[in-house]
Nanobody, 111 residues
């Protein structure tokens, strides 16, 4: 069974940066689309960014220009570089591939 595992979350002050990683237990060529989602307290889970096998990306308007999604098909990993973090970015971030989900990693942006 395929498993996903996120890492890289933590506590950071506003304006800071974090890089999230998602490791997989299989090759990722099988996943045409991979994505990062997040769920903030009291809110529904939302799409943050997604990337196709060919590298085409799509971002939530709230993170455009600040976040960058990437995938390394050789290492079978998915990443999310987060810059200029804001308190409203505070959430649990999840790696997603089709119907597969990781356990999530907590990102807290606070001064």
């Amino acid at each position: 069974q395929v498993q996903l595992a996120e890492s890289g979350g933590g506590l950071v002050q506003p304006g800071g940066s974090l890089r999230l990683s998602c490791t997989t237990s299989t090759i990722i060529f099988r996943f045409n689309t991979m994505a990062w989602y997040r769920q903030a307290p009291g809110k529904e889970r939302e799409l943050v960014a997604r990337i196709s096998l060919g590298g085409t990306t799509d971002y939530n308007d709230s993170v455009k220009g600040r976040f960058a999604i990437s995938r390394d098909n050789a290492k079978n990993t998915l990443s999310l570089q987060m810059n200029s973090l804001k308190p409203e970015d505070t959430a649990v971030y999840y790696c997603n591939c089709n119907s597969l989900w990781g356990q999530g990693t907590q990102v807290t942006v606070s001064s």
